[in-house]
């Protein structure tokens, strides 16, 4: 799941539009998804945004957030709603981390195990991507307002494995912000 339906307000722009290297923020993370063998994927988007042509829509489902204001809780809710009933478990990625990489991805899948919740490591801070099973959905109805899962992991470690990666992927946040894209 990506969640894109963000206001952008600190970027002065809808970030979803961001292009970079021919292809638009949203476009290369569906992509990364893609890449790591992730079925389907859905996007939350606001309600404007359209999927791009250049997507291959056989496995993306487009869900639209017509109330972005109300944080990313409520974009989790409905993605993790949209999750098929034959889909064991969520993996959250974030539409603003073009440099998300497949092997990060991958490190978090293969991290499932003994607890419900699987999330990237690096520097002492768990971050996307998170893996949620099934059986743990509900934790996203705690949430609300502009909360995504970073206090409930910490408030919660008994339910997360935390899988080591070299750093987490940069977010998009600023105009500023895209020249420090290099790298993850």
Do not use: C
Not at 63 to 77: C, K, M, T
Request: glycine content about 10%; charged content about 20%; overall charge negative.
């Amino acid at each position: 799941m990506v969640l894109a339906a963000g206001a952008s307000r600190r970027y002065g722009s809808p970030k979803q539009l961001v292009v970079i290297d021919g292809l638009t923020l949203l476009e290369r993370v569906v992509g990364t998804a893609r890449s790591a063998g992730l079925e389907p994927v859905i996007a939350v988007v606001p309600v404007w945004l359209s999927p791009p042509v250049a997507l291959d829509r056989t496995h993306l489902r487009w869900i639209r957030n017509a109330f972005p204001e109300r944080g990313v809780s409520l974009s989790l809710r409905l993605g993790l709603a949209a999750i098929p009933g034959d889909v064991s478990a969520a993996l959250i990625l974030l539409g603003d981390q073009p440099g998300i990489q497949r092997t990060t991805i991958t490190a978090v899948l293969g991290g499932r195990g003994d607890r419900p919740i699987v999330a990237a490591s690096a520097d002492g801070m768990l971050a996307p991507p998170v893996l949620v099973e099934r059986t743990h959905f509900q934790l996203a109805d705690q949430l609300s307002g502009d909360v995504g899962l970073r206090d409930l992991l910490r408030e919660n470690p008994d339910l997360v494995t935390g899988v080591a990666v070299p750093e987490h992927a940069k977010d998009l946040d600023t105009p500023e912000d895209l020249g420090s894209l290099d790298g993850p």
